[in-house]
């Protein structure tokens, strides 16, 4: 089976104990995760700079403005013939306001408290970002242990 690649970036927008997430809608590539929460982001274009479509991605999907602050560092997934390498950062919400993405790949968009994550269902890329914005690992690798 050949490996496709995909380049996507994504923001850790937390503010007063909550992060904000966006809801999948279902996708003819993984019907699977409809209904589930991710971070706010998506596939880079060609030419585009993981920087620039992070941002873009975060007002698609949830109607902020938000202006990335840091590198968090880079999680990579192989699964079904699909290699994502994801590029996550930690950012702010700088203006706009909340609204769902009209045809697009998630359906809604809100805050949720931090603590309420264990029971909310939520895509692992969710845990990984989080991993990565608590414990900062030096080379950006959550390496051994990442949740998956």
Known sequence: MRTRLRLAAYAVLVSDGRILLSRLVPHLRDRSAAGLWTLPGGGVDPGEDPFDAVVREVGEETGH????????????LVRDGLHSVRVLYEGEVTGGELRAEPDGSTDLAAWHPLDALPGLPHVELVD??????????????????SPR
């Open 65 to 76: 403005r938000a202006r990335m602050t840091a590198l968090l560092g880079v999680d990579s």
């Open 128 to 145: 990984a970002g989080l991993r990565l914005w608590r414990e900062r690992p030096p080379a950006g690798h959550l390496g051994q242990g």
